[in-house]
């Protein structure tokens, strides 16, 4: 079954960086979209970045694209997300996810089908 665990979060100060793992089995990451999302306390979950199963094109939230960096290593079976540059408002649960879908786009909403358990993100001085 799909299976997606995250890793790498925890606290940082301001400015710094973090890169978080999702490693990712039971599926063909071909046959997959993949993404990043993030959730705030009291806020909706929110879309980062995602790259779709053809191609492996990438797409981000306008907001973030100059900070945050997707990535995949397909001989591994991960999933990264480079964040440089965080903020306090970065601080979120972030998640990886996985919807099946063999296109050459991927969606930034959260209509997955899979999800990790989260990663905690905490900026703060």
């Known amino acids: 079954q799909v299976q997606l665990v995250e890793s790498g979060g925890g606290l940082v100060q301001p400015g710094g960086s973090l890169r978080l793992s999702c490693a990712m089995s039971g599926f063909r990451v071909n046959d997959y979209a993949i993404g990043w999302f993030r959730q705030a306390p009291g806020k909706e979950r929110e879309g980062i970045s995602c790259?779709?199963?053809?191609?492996?094109?990438?797409y981000y939230v306008d907001s973030l694209k100059a900070r945050f960096t997707i990535s995949r290593d397909n001989a591994h079976d991960r999933l990264y997300l480079q964040m440089n540059g965080l903020k306090p408002e970065d601080t979120a649960v972030y998640y990886c996810?996985?919807?099946?879908?063999?296109?050459?786009?991927?969606?930034?909403?959260?209509?997955?089908?899979?999800w990790g358990q989260g990663t905690q993100v905490t900026v703060s001085s």
């Open positions: 996810a996985a919807k099946k879908q063999s296109l050459f786009t991927c969606p930034l909403g959260p209509v997955y089908d899979y």
């Open positions: 790259m779709s199963g053809r191609h492996g094109s990438t």
